[in-house]
């Protein structure tokens, strides 16, 4: 059994952070699914930015389509074009969603992060997505921000899979918890079924060991321990809540949980593995989504055992030497939530430049219009 079987086997799904036209067309993603063992995908505002700009020609004829049909404006354009690559992505994953059960096989789509602090614009664009692709095995993706918490709860009341992402502190991931149960339990009172609904949280990894080694002193037995502790302890978090009355009302109208996926799962640091964030945290009913890099490292040398709650008396260490030395987990958590939202947005505003760019090459009169208007 190969190291990607294995892991599976011991109950991680593997996803890919990463979706492109290039990769659909090409049959790239295809082959990931039927021959990679990869069973999901994960995208966002970077990645689009990034898959927008590196392939010059195949976004062109769509481009093109759409602004001859009077569709112009660069946000709604970014949304179309997202829109249809999600759509054949999730359309290659509709066999691994429906063999487990609708429990795997999703693909998600971002909200845009302009709209990352603003609850009521992030549900009306999430129903908006949902409604454009009608797929069952679609996550729209919504940031764990103060505003994004009563986002997702009202967005799964509405029936929408929600992917909760950006987070990273213990504190806000209790508050998600919550917002995913109080989200099934509307479902129940207006009549819906929970069991229509998945979600999974996007706990990010490498990045808290990024910023935090930084703060600490060189030689410190803290350095890229602190990530791997931290979703650790998540974890636990989980598994203690599926054994509250709350939730197991919920399961017994047939609800499914929000499973833990671990993202930023590509090693940042030279000095620590390649595969650390993957082989680190190995159990049952987890996902890890992972850049293609680190999923072709993990298929050639990862190793497989159930590493997710071993040693969580040393995760609790950890932190509690992280507050020794001064530094607040919480702080480092918000300013990344902060930065998280910061850096998307600059490429979501990249992107939109690219696409205006490419409307004005393509349709030099229809900019000269715009620009009258």
Known sequence: MNPIESL???????????LSRDLLETGRFAQWIAQDGVSGATSNPTIFAEALAGESNRYDAEIEKLVAGGQTEPRELFLSLAITDVGAAADLLLDAHRSSGGCDGFVSIECTPDLADDTDATIAQGLDIWSRLDRPNVMVKVPATAAG???????????????????????RYREILDAFMTGLERRRARGGDPASVASVASFFVSRIDTKVDRQLPQGSPLRGKVAIANAKLAYEMWQERLTEERWTALAAAGARSQRLLWASTGTKSPAYSDVVYVEQLVGPDLINTMPPKTRDAFADHGQVSRTIDADLDAARDALEGLAREGIDLDTVSGELEREGVGSFCASYRDLLATIDRRVRALRPESAATRALS
Do not use: C, K
């Open 8 to 18: 599976r086997t011991a109950g991680v799904a593997v996803w890919i952070d990463t």
């Open 149 to 171: 918490v009563p986002a997702v709860a009202e967005l799964l009341a509405e029936g929408v899979n929600v992917n909760v992402t950006l987070l990273f502190a213990q504190s």
